[in-house]
């Protein structure tokens, strides 16, 4: 279990914005972000298409450069590197990315034991023996044996595809683990076990772990922080536990409320967290809130942007609206 | 806004089935689908992966199929839109569409029945349609195929659907290409391509899985209100039980080609009998937002085709015995149109509590 506070963060995003594209095309896409992440923790990463959550999770890795702000991992500040530096520190892997769809991030030609000692082999291992003994071991971590080695991922189950690029990332003994989307290729049952698997991880290895999922309900069951994206910037950042018990972003709400449910016991309906028609027009303008265009609950403040501030301990929440909104929403027709 | 005058069943159609009904069915009555005794058979007949389904939908009535994938729920939609991928074909049973047995309908005469008479929208919708042509073209070109609507007509008809099925400023998307849309407008799109020519059955194929879940709410919510609005039957396969419980008002869950249990969604949810049931349930996001052990179902399916003696789920279920794995397991009624295919069901209203604690 982590022990916040107390200890330096194992990864730090400070203030990054990111930029992609060029000229007429560029686009801001990720502004102001401010993320830290603590070893053996499991942070869920949730927001909609387009929110950032993958470019966030590329510019962690390195795959991506700021604009602004800087990545910090270890004490290295890895989005400052530059060529040589830059490939040694990947070639490290001391963060590995897990991909959403294991169908196109694996290729298809590739044996499961190429594909997970790939990592390896470009880090320099060749002892053949020891290669297959870590490609082994590194199954054998998520549950898998010998018998896969020799198929391709055509030939193997969906939830074992994503055991297998789970595999690969553990082979290169990573100091921090990001999943994009790790489930939401898999039914209920396969998404339970893989997730089970990712906690075990973080239990046996003391692995951080970040999940990018847009299933709640499920990450509740296993993260320890959530962090919710909207349009670019953080708009809320606490303990799972009490994030999902009242949420104090009206986004942060919203995805709740949308969330497939057997039981009807929500907080809030949906009607009450949506704009209709009846509202009045939220401001707009190059520095209101990112959510303003979508919520029912605006002001005249929501014209500039809030900063992501502290409500209590480690639990903050970028709104105006913070205290006021649920009364608000309460007296809406549900 | 209400799109109305249905066409009456095309004549091939009622001549095919040569039961003289010359009417099409009224919105809000009759039994717009009826599957029965359906085994369908994969590669060139090697194997059977839909074994004996049967099951109906009632006109205005949203009927959910779930299961885990290859339990043979998307194959029972595929035959019977009759579209079934190559290689697959019906082995033995009929699938009637508004009284009219449709199992051997030649190709043109499906042409006729999709669009008109069944819609169907799909997991990816970019997927199916033309990247290269505005998706208003996409939409008029069915209209003026299949209900014959002058180009002008048509068109205005199309930014109606386009409106009717949610998308803001329909006479803009009008002009756009399939790239220049998200994901959630794409499904929107699809829906109003497949509800154009006033379908009597949508069947709706995992159509939100590839979404956000703020815009699958929307989209569910959608089918609920075309459903009202048009007293249109929905078919919707998802493997999230969570989902299907939400929007549906029967639901059928497939295990390896069988159908298991079925009865009212309420009902599923409440008083599920069958282990298999329970344990998707147990799996499903319930709603709960707190830490918890997240369950998994132990075992994996039965091969697709696998012959098995007796229940195709004993080798997974905890409360099997050994009368389980001889002979056939009938289907048996639990309730009102409660139905389950398990010879524990009788014993226990509950099978948790038949578990050893």
């Known amino acids: 279990m982590p022990t916040l506070a107390s200890t330096p963060p194992l990864l730090a995003v400070e203030s990054v914005d990111v930029v992609l594209g060029r000229g007429w095309r560029a686009r801001k896409v990720l502004s102001h972000v401010d993320l830290q992440i603590w070893p053996g923790e499991i942070v869920g990463l949730v927001g909609e298409t387009g929110s950032g959550k993958t470019t966030l999770a590329r510019t962690v890795v390195g795959l991506v450069n700021p604009r602004r702000g800087r990545v910090v991992f270890d004490g290295l500040p890895i989005s400052a590197l530059r060529r040589r530096a830059r490939r040694a520190a990947r070639r490290r892997g001391h963060v590995q990315l897990v991909f959403q769809d294991p169908l196109r991030s694996l290729d298809p030609d590739l044996t499961v034991a190429d594909i997970v000692g790939e990592g390896l082999r470009i880090r320099g291992e060749r002892d053949r023996e020891e290669l297959r003994g870590r490609v082994l071991d590194a199954l054998e971590k998520v549950g898998l044996d010998a018998t896969v080695l020799a198929r391709t991922p055509g030939q193997i189950s969906g939830g074992q595809r994503q055991r297998v690029s789970i595999a690969r990332a553990l082979a290169v003994g990573p100091r921090l683990l990001i999943c994009d989307e790790p489930v939401s290729a898999l039914d209920a049952s396969s998404r339970n076990y893989v997730l089970r698997l990712l906690d075990e991880l973080r239990n046996s290895l003391g692995l951080p772990i970040v999940i990018i999922s847009h299933d709640l309900s499920s990450l509740a069951g296993i993260a320890d922080r959530v962090v919710v994206l909207y349009g670019g910037r953080i708009v809320e950042d606490g303990p799972v536990g009490r994030v999902f018990a009242a949420p104090r972003h009206p986004y942060t709400a919203l995805l709740m409320a949308s969330a497939p449910s057997v039981r009807h016991d929500q907080p809030f309906s949906l009607h009450q967290l949506r704009r209709s028609d009846a509202d009045p027009a939220p401001p707009d303008g190059p520095d209101a809130c990112v959510f303003a265009a979508r919520c029912p609950f605006t002001a005249d403040a929501c014209a500039q942007q809030p900063p992501l501030a502290a409500v209590e301990g480690r639990w903050s929440v970028a709104c105006h609206r913070r205290e006021e909104w649920m009364a608000l929403a309460q007296d809406r027709n549900r | ?357």
């Open chain 2, 1 to 357: 806004m209400v799109i109305d005058n249905r066409s009456p069943l095309p004549d091939v159609v009622t001549a095919g089935a040569g039961a003289g009904v010359s009417q099409g069915p009224r919105p809000g009555a009759g039994e717009v689908l009826r599957i029965d005794d359906l085994h369908v058979t994969v590669h060139d007949g090697a194997a059977t992966a839909v074994r004996g389904i049967s099951l109906r939908v009632q006109a205005g009535e949203i009927v959910g199929l779930v299961g885990e994938s290859g339990s043979g729920k998307t194959l029972t939609c595929r035959a019977a839109l009759g579209v079934l991928p190559p290689g697959c074909a019906i082995e033995q049973g009929t699938v009637s569409f508004a009284g009219h047995d449709v199992t051997a309908l030649s190709q043109r005469d499906w042409e006729r029945v999709h669009g008109s008479h069944m819609g169907a929208v799909f997991q990816d919708p970019a997927s199916y349609l033309n990247p290269t042509i505005t998706v208003g073209h996409q939409l008029t070109e069915v209209l003026r195929v299949k209900r014959r609507l002058a180009r002008r007509a048509a068109r205005r008809r199309a930014t109606e659907l386009f409106g009717a099925v949610g998308l803001r400023e329909p006479e803009r998307v009008f002009h756009q290409i399939p790239a220049e849309l998200s994901g959630g407008m794409l499904q929107r799109v699809m829906i109003a391509i497949a509800v154009s020519c006033d379908p009597q059955l949508l069947v709706a194929d995992e159509p939100t899985t590839a979404l956000d879940v703020t815009i699958q709410a929307e989209v569910i919510e959608l089918l609920r209100q075309l459903r009202d609005q048009r007293g249109m039957a929905v078919l919707f396969v998802s493997h999230d039980l969570a989902l299907i419980t939400e929007l549906c008002d029967r639901v059928v869950v497939f295990y390896a080609g069988e159908v298991v249990e079925s009865g009212p969604a309420a009902e599923i949810t409440e008083r599920p009998r069958h282990p298999y049931t329970q344990a998707l349930l147990r799996v499903a996001s319930v709603g709960d937002f707190g830490r918890r052990e997240l369950e998994v179902i132990a075992g994996q399916p039965p091969q697709v085709g696998a012959n098995i003696a007796g229940c195709r789920f004993a080798e997974r279920c905890p409360v099997a015995v050994p009368a389980c794995r001889t002979g056939s397991i009938p289907s048996v009624a639990v309730g009102d149109e409660h139905d389950v295919r398990c010879l524990r069901a009788e014993d226990a209203r509950n099978v948790d509590q038949l578990v050893a604690r």
